[in-house]
């Protein structure tokens, strides 16, 4: 059994395995010391500015919870206060301990942070870096795939799917394709464990709209016959999963 703890500091809340990181740290979260000790910044598509660095000999990525749309220009980075344990980062943060513990290909969290600030909070989460990766929407600018991809790439998500996640935010981007073929699923935020129904129907359409996106965005057409192939790869994994 994992050894998880929540420490509390003040306004400050942290949740990780002691089993996995031994006694907490005040720099996990540091983002100014990051940057200061060289932490590489990247720009991810959806998801803001990421940082990348070195902790104990490990690379973590640090990522802070921001809104989305229309709505982040009046409140960026706040989040009604419901308590930590119902907190975005808290609740992302089980769900991948769960699933990666369970062998799931998912990025192994770290810790998880929110700071209460009146009736508001804000949150970051820590995950361990996957090495030479690159997102699925990154490989379809430089051409097609072969059909071995897009048949595992469906079988991930009826995985996903038979175990009732719904990832609200399934698309290209969240996708990440090793260069030995390995393949990931990322960004979990709102993600939730669900009875079997019409999401995993809506979670499709969700894919085949970014897809169909990157295609426009590239100035490539979107691949029917690789579509087909996805399903296909879905539809097969179903199977095997009840047989």
Known sequence: MADIRTHREGREFVLYDRDRLGAYR???????????????????KGRGAVLKREVESELWVLRHYHRGGLVSRLIYDHYIWLGAENSRAFTEWRL???????????????????????PFYRADIALAYLPDTRTLSSF??????????????????????????DHPDLT???????????????????????????????????????????????????????????????ENAGRLGSS
Request: proline share 4%.
């Open 26 to 44: 005040a720099d996990w979260f540091d983002a100014q010391r990051w940057q200061a000790r060289g932490s590489v910044v990247h720009s991810t």
């Open 96 to 118: 991948l301990h769960d699933l990666h513990r369970r062998a799931f290909p998912v990025p192994e969290p770290m810790a998880a942070r929110v700071v209460r600030h009146g």
């Open 140 to 165: 379809l600018a430089e051409g097609a795939l072969s059909d071995a991809v897009w048949d595992a790439i469906g079988a991930m998500v009826r995985r996903f799917h038979d175990d009732g996640i």
């Open 172 to 234: 290209a981007h969240n996708i990440l394709l090793g260069a030995a073929g390995a393949l990931h699923l990322v960004d979990f935020d709102n993600a939730r464990r669900r009875p079997p129904g019409a999401w995993t129907v809506r979670g499709m359409a969700r894919l085949q709209r970014s897809l169909r996106k990157v295609a426009l965005e590239t100035g490539t057409s979107f691949d029917e016959r690789a579509w087909a192939q996805l399903l296909r790869g879905y």
